[in-house]
């Protein structure tokens, strides 16, 4: 891991109102960032999770429908992983090569099944907490603000529950920017 990189991680998508705002910020900064999909969202938007891939991002598994990982049977719960993993690459025609646990909370069989479809599993050390009471624009800035080399910045193109990417893309420029002018570098995972 070099020393001056950062790892940006957009989840809960593809949305058709904040994606393609995510995906035009990025592109013009030319960044390339991870997309952690939810497997239904890449089902009814296969347009957008092609328009994801197509622009050299890397897309990861988010599960099929973004259930808490620790509210459901082990069956369901591998196939929660397997389904989501199935939708992003009959989408995409290849096989996503990561994995992050909704919420972030990790279940031994979950990431098991992950490992099956030969994905790595992926939290993150950074997050914008672009969501809830905290997750307006100025507080996500400054959260961000923070942002050193070898971070792994979790942060939300779609909408799910709670999320604000509404708030997230009107800083997500100045962002990328202050990135560039500190000498960091967005990659995608190693991997
Ligand atoms: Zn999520």
Redesign the pocket.
Known sequence: MCANRVYLTF??GPDPEWTPRVLDALEKEGVKATF?A?GRQAQRFPDLMRRVHDAGHAVGN?TFS?RHPWFMSQRAARAQVRDGANAISDVLGVQPGFY?P??GRERACMSDEAHRCGEQVVLWNVSAIDWGPLGAAEGIEKRLDAVKGGDIVLM?D?Q?KHNRPDQLVQILPVFLRNLSDRGLRPALLPA
């Open positions: 989840d809960d952690f939810i988010h973004h992050r909704p919420h939300h779609g799910n």
